[in-house]
């Protein structure tokens, strides 16, 4: 698919937010005061800006609200309510730390459970469409969390809990750009199966549909070369968790850390335009292009 730059920035950004806001939602750091105040206008300002930079991808972004009303057969809708109630229930939790001195642990567990709701519905957008192999598996809501997760504990200072957290979000993206992969191939879907020709025999097409480009061809048909693609898996899994883990490990101070979530959010980044730029639509079969 054509890789939007408003959906990179919204899941890279929204994911490390609301990754935040989970941790300290469940009190680590133990911060209060001028200290927590800083925590948490970084974990507002990643997930609040990652959710306004997913709407300039709408073609009439001024009736966003009305994703509002569909919640019970839409994971738009649910990811919408999920964000407002993290970020509405973590404010007077937030105001407690920073204002009194005063943890309100109940509001804390639950903002820090709808924050992972936030992310594992926004997963989920992607998960449900079976017109996208690459997206249509168990793992993508894992990847989701699992780097959310990961981003969270790093930017909360957790050195070992992120050192760890790292570790297996790596192993997790490994495994989807594996399964991923193969997805397509495995999915069973080809020219045959798209125009329903497929039994009378091998399907081909005779000639393009048409002679100029199209909607279609623009948003959901974007190929990227092998030998490009590895390049950048290379870049991101490099950026996004081997710099990271070697700098917590040989080198855990703040300078250390500030370039540790630096590389992690290019490197993120990066795995986000492959997970849009890779992700073959089967619309392409009718063009040729799978």
Known sequence: MHPAPSVIVFTTLSGLGFGLLMFLGLGLPAVTGWVAFVFFLIAYVLAV?????????LGRPERAWKAFTQWKTSWLSREGWCAVV?????????????????????????????????????????????????????????????????????????IDAAIALLAIAALVQLAYWKLGDQAFANSGTNMGTATGLGSRGAVRAFEPPHTGTNYLLREFVHVVGRKHAAKLRVISFTLAFVLPILLMWFSPHHFAAVIA????????????????????????LYYGKR
């Open 49 to 57: 800006g990652g959710l306004l930079a997913s709407t300039f991808h």
């Open 86 to 158: 993290a970020l509405l229930v973590l404010a007077p939790y937030a105001a407690g730390l920073v204002f009194w001195d005063q943890s309100f642990a109940l509001l804390g567990f639950i903002g820090a459970l709808f924050s992972l709701l936030t992310v594992f519905t926004t997963s989920m957008i992607y998960t449900q469409l079976k017109t996208i192999p690459r997206w249509n598996m168990k793992l993508t809501p894992v990847m989701f969390l699992s780097f959310s997760i990961a981003g969270g504990a790093l930017l909360a200072g957790q």
């Open 261 to 284: 979530v630096l590389s992690h959010m290019a490197g993120i980044a990066t795995s986000r335009w492959l997970f849009f730029a890779q992700a073959e639509h089967v619309v392409g």
